[in-house]
């Protein structure tokens, strides 16, 4: 992956700093992914050759992320999670 940044200033900056600057290019990349996809989308969805209309994340592989659910008991939710990260 490109930064952008030429070698004399990649030796200036901190290993956190390039951390970000990488971090910085793969959103951008990926929201331009997610543009794109969104374009492409309602373009086959225009079309009306499906049954259901095309979604981007679909296009891009990406699976819908988990809903959280609502607390009900907090102590109950505070004992799983200790379970879950005790050693």
Do not use: C
Request: charged fraction near 35%.
């Amino acid at each position: 992956m490109k930064l952008g940044i030429s070698i004399d200033e990649f030796w200036n900056y901190t290993t956190h700093e390039i951390t970000l600057i990488a971090e910085a290019k793969k959103f951008q990349k990926e929201e331009q992914l997610h543009l794109m996809a969104w374009a492409v989308a309602h373009i086959i969805s225009y079309t009306g050759r499906l049954k259901r209309p095309v979604s981007p994340s679909k296009l891009l592989g990406k699976k819908k992320e988990h809903k959280t659910k609502p607390i009900k008991d907090k102590k109950q939710a505070w004992n799983e999670l200790m379970k879950k990260f005790r050693r």
